[in-house]
Structure formats: structure tokens, C-alpha cells
């Protein structure tokens, strides 16, 4: 397992696409960094205009300098970690524990634990902060069906609590507006909630997307983004409708959003690169480049103020051969992984 803290840059790509709707060049490069640390994966969290992104790592939260690959700090005791949630408004971080059902409230400053917070429905997975309600949203893998919890941003109370269609519910986002919008992944629908009341208002289908998990909100143009394998999908809130599609890669589980630059950000793990995607207007979309990462490489985060994407994934080595008389795998089961032989975190910028 890698434990060293070596951080070594590498340019594995840059390349230049004409934007039709622009009318110029575009390069995107991309810097690789070894950053070293124990554990596997889910989301990352970049914090605007600081530089600075938070990595999970399956039992502690890595914080790392995005321009250099440095750690600069660590947040233990978060047992199967998923996700990061920010407040900037209270200073104050979040994190999801799927391993003890609890959400771990930091200092954004220190990097401080400041307390622990027991949520009782469990399946703890995704994270986002609604800035109109003041909220931090989890999205919950729990049984039997999926829910939506609120938490204040200031106290850490939690304040409310949604029944979902889906025991699968994946990204959320908000339109700041008073609505947020659940993917959910297993049922291949967005659900609308109330996020005073949390009151899930409607549900719409979103084919030919297969799989929702990523999601976006662009205020400007009033559009959705749902980051799905191979097809994702533009949605209209005022109707509920897909009004257009996008051709990306396979093995998607986030979706990364630049406002002002209107590019959207899709990582395909299986695929093992981004599909980069221009918004020429709110319902027409162009891919403008397919950036090479690795394979695994399947969240992203964007700061929007630095305008860099971020992805981390750790390689693996070969796994070890199943014990003498052990049972076969279970059909559906995650093939058991070899050690952690690298750790990868990639900055794509243009």
C-alpha cells in the first residue's frame, strides 16, 4: 500500500478543440500528482477559489493543495466515507459516514472535528449545501427506501427528513430557489423536493438516461444536468422534460459544472476518461474534448472560481487468489482488489 507523501507531477495530455459557438481554441492540460495515503474512494469536494480539495478515503478525509498535489491536512475518524459537503457561510465542512450512519461536522479553518452527527436512517452516500435553505442535503442509500435529510448549517441539527422513490438516490442539487433535485439511480427519475418543507413535490422520468447519478444546476440557462452512462441528459425544471443529450463515456458517477466557462465536466471510470462538454445555448450542447484519466476514475469535482477540475483514484494491484475451498463470489458482487499500488489525483485545466 502506498503511504508515501511524494507528490509528482506529470502533463499526461494536452489538446486543442474548435468551439463552434466560440470561435477560438481551446487546450485542456492535464497534471497527474501521487498524493500518497491509505484507503480507497468516492467523492471529491473542490472549495472555490481556494485551491484547496477534499478527498475521501474510506476512513479519513484528505485535504490536498490542487495546484501542487501537497497534503495539506487530514480528517480522521470517518468511517466509509463517501462524501463532502461545504458551508463557507459558518465555516464549517461535512463529511458522510456510511460505516457508523453518522456526519462528521469540521472546522474549515482547522480542520478540527466538531461533532458527530447520528443519522438514523443510515445508507449515508452523497452530500451537497443548499446556500437559499442554509442547509447541508444527504442523500441516503437507506432500507427499505431511499431518503433526503436536512441538516442546519449553522447548529448541525437536522431539521427534516424526505421519503424517496428509490433506495438508490445518488447527486443532488439546488435551483436556489427553494427546490432541490434528487437523481435517482436505480429508478432512472428525478425527483423534486421541497427544501423548507421536504416534501417531495414530483417525479419525473429521465430516459434515455440510464443510471443518474452525477447532477448540476445551471441557474443562468434554468437547466438540469444528469451525469448517466453513455447518455446523459439536459432537463428543463419548468416541465420536467429531457431536452437534450449528451454521448459520454461509461461508469459515471458524478458530474462537474462550470458556470461561467458553460462547461460541463463527465468522468466515465470504465471508460477512463472525461467528456468535456460545451452548453452553446440551453438546449444544445457540444463535446468539445475527451480527456484521458485512468480507470476507477469515476467523481469529479470543478472549482468554479479556478476554473480546474479535479478527480483522484488509486490504482490497484493484482488481487490475491481465493483461498482453498472458499465460495464463489455472489453474482453482482464487486470482484475482491489487490493492494493499493499508486494513488492518483488529476487536475485538468484550460
Not at 271 to 283: A, E
Amino acid at each position: 500500500m502506498v503511504r508515501s507523501s511524494l507528490q509528482f507531477p506529470v502533463i499526461l495530455l494536452a489538446v486543442s478543440v474548435a468551439l463552434p459557438a466560440m470561435g477560438r481554441a481551446q487546450t485542456f492540460s492535464v497534471k497527474r500528482f501521487s498524493i500518497g495515503g491509505d484507503g480507497g474512494t468516492d467523492y471529491v469536494t473542490a472549495e472555490p477559489g481556494t485551491g484547496r480539495v477534499f478527498v475521501s478515503r474510506g476512513t479519513h478525509v484528505m485535504v490536498i493543495d490542487g495546484a501542487t498535489g501537497k497534503v495539506l491536512g487530514d480528517i480522521p475518524d470517518t468511517p466509509r466515507t463517501h462524501g463532502i459537503g461545504l458551508a463557507p457561510k459558518w465555516n464549517h465542512g461535512f463529511t458522510t459516514n456510511g460505516g457508523d450512519s453518522t456526519v462528521t461536522m469540521f472546522d474549515l479553518k482547522t480542520l478540527a472535528p466538531i461533532k458527530k452527527i447520528r443519522v438514523a436512517s443510515g445508507g449515508l452516500d452523497g452530500i451537497m449545501y443548499d446556500d437559499f435553505s442554509d442547509r447541508i442535503i444527504l442523500t441516503n442509500h437507506s432500507r427499505p427506501i431511499g431518503t433526503a435529510t436536512a441538516i442546519d448549517a449553522k447548529s448541525g441539527e437536522i431539521v427534516g427528513e424526505a421519503q424517496l422513490e428509490d433506495n438508490a438516490p445518488e447527486g443532488a442539487a439546488s435551483d436556489g430557489k427553494g427546490k432541490i433535485f434528487v437523481n435517482n439511480e436505480s429508478k432512472n427519475t428525478i425527483q423534486v423536493i421541497d427544501v423548507k418543507t421536504m416534501k417531495v413535490l414530483s417525479s419525473w422520468p429521465l430516459a434515455p438516461c440510464d443510471g443518474p447519478t452525477g447532477i448540476a444546476f445551471d441557474r443562468a440557462s434554468n437547466r438540469i444536468f444528469s451525469g448517466c452512462g453513455k447518455t446523459s441528459v439536459a432537463i428543463d425544471p419548468t416541465s420536467g422534460k429531457v431536452v437534450a443529450t449528451i454521448a459520454n463515456g461509461d461508469g459515471v458517477d458524478a458530474l462537474g459544472w462550470d458556470a461561467s466557462e458553460k462547461l460541463i465536466y463527465i468522468p466515465a471510470g470504465r471508460d477512463s476518461n472525461v467528456t468535456v462538454v460545451h452548453q452553446d445555448s440551453p438546449d444544445k450542447y457540444t463535446v468539445i474534448a475527451t480527456v484521458p484519466t485512468m480507470r476507477g476514475a469515476k467523481t469529479i469535482a470543478v472549482d468554479q472560481v479556478r476554473h480546474i477540475a479535479y478527480l483522484f483514484q488509486p490504482e490497484y494491484g493484482p488481487a490475491p487468489a481465493p483461498a482453498p475451498g472458499s465460495p464463489p463470489p455472489q453474482p453482482g458482487s464487486r470482484p475482491p482488489r489487490g493492494p493499493i499500488i499508486g494513488t492518483w489525483f488529476f487536475a485538468i485545466s484550460h
